[in-house]
């Protein structure tokens, strides 16, 4: 038998498809991030099943025996907590495993917080890049900022409430003028989207906020030529050179000469 790969919902108990619900209930053994969180979907459909925990701290151990029992003939069912296993979930070892093994893998489409939040942001075309959980240490943090200031494209993210107030002050100091969205408990009662520029944003939730959080960044607005002199550049690099951080080098020079902040920072790298 296959192992099935269960997408469940991200808030919404009700939005999960017929298709999860009859394996769920078919399974002769449900693979759970959290068997409590798993059971209260369940329970609001009606449906009775054998769970087993499957998480970060024993997917180590329980990979074997999983594949063991798929190659036994079992029908196994893989869920997380929310959204679709193995996408910044537990289960990516088990998939890679039954593979390898040569047991079939079917994946049960669903909801995902990342399109979600990338619809609900109105920012993205055609093209994003997932980053997954952003960085818990500051400096790493800082890192990929300054690597997501030379990325033209939307970005979109997971972060804590915890940290969000300061990874949105380190990007407005950045990247004061890029769109962004804050997608907190997408789906569920007190959902929130909350749009504008970055440094808006940073002012919004200069508190910690409630609930689970998806970050989108937009692309870079290009519809009009910016152009940047060579005496604007060379100003900043002047005053860098004086030992003013490059942020606020910017922010004088940009206010002296009209050049567009982001265009004069890129620039000025």
Known sequence: MPLAVCATPIGNLEDVTLRVLRELAEADLVLCEDTRRTRILLERHGIVARLQSYHRLNEAARTTSAVERLRRGERLA??????????????????????????????????????????????????????????????????????????????????????????????????????????RELTKRFEQIERGSLAELAERFSDVPRGEVTLVLGPVVESVVERVTDEAVAAVAELVGAGLTRRRAVDIVAGLSGSPRNALYKASL
């Open 78 to 183: 893989l869920v997380s907590d929310a959204g679709l296993p193995g996408v910044n979930d537990p289960g990516a070892r088990l998939i890679a495993a039954a593979v390898r093994a040569g047991v079939p893998v079917t994946v049960l489409p669903g909801p995902s917080a990342v399109e979600t939040a990338v619809v609900a942001s109105g920012l993205v075309g055609e093209r994003y890049q997932f980053l997954g959980y952003l960085p818990r240490r500051t400096a790493e943090r800082r890192a990929l900022v300054r690597e997501l200031v030379q990325y033209p494209h939307a970005v979109v993210g997971f972060e804590s409430p915890r940290r969000l107030p300061s990874t949105l002050a380190v990007l407005a100091e950045e990247m004061p003028d890029r769109a962004g969205a804050v997608c």
